[in-house]
């Protein structure tokens, strides 16, 4: 089955055709609930945020002028509404609450994730794209609106400032699971 082009499948949306609406949901679902997570550390309220998000994207569909932006547009929409719903349900404070560290020991795993999430957004989305979500940088790339050298130098960085992180806790190279 050959793949749409996503200019084709804009354009086609924008003319009512809600197949191709319903291809781009497809091609884009995922990406946009792990943009929402890196706003609101919360997967179930990330689908939330994204489905919200789709929603807003079929009314303004028409308002797009460049169809090859798509999906850079796309997580624009997903980001403001996840902005939104962290400012009203306030869910943020309560993760980090309760993901602090019991009996002064951390886990390596919650010691990553914890500052995946403090890290600034610019930084956090690569991040999660690729690795949470397995995304290959041309597509990260597509939906953050950079390019792929631009992704490439973004996740250098972060992964930067997450190892001098655990290194500060005391987690050192293959030190998975207590500090050193």
Known sequence: M???PEELLVKAAQNSCMDSF?????RYYTPMVALAQC???DLHLAEDAAQQA?????RDLPKLKREDMFAAWMAGICRNVARQMRRTKSKLSALN???QPKNGEEDYRDAVRRVVCRLR???REPIVLR???NMPYEQIA???????????GRLVRAKRKIADHLKSKGFTGGNYGKPG
């Not at 319903?22 to 497809?26: F, W």
């Not at 789709?54 to 079929?58: D, K, L, P, Q, T």
């Open 39 to 41: 706003v609101l550390a």
């Open 54 to 58: 789709f929603a807003i994207a079929c």
């Open 131 to 133: 690795y949470y979500d």
């Open 22 to 26: 319903a291809t781009l949901y497809d």
């Open 2 to 4: 050959a793949v749409e």
């Open 97 to 99: 609450e309760q993901a």
């Open 121 to 123: 957004a610019v930084d």
């Open 142 to 152: 597509s939906v953050l609106g950079i390019s792929q050298q631009a992704v490439h």
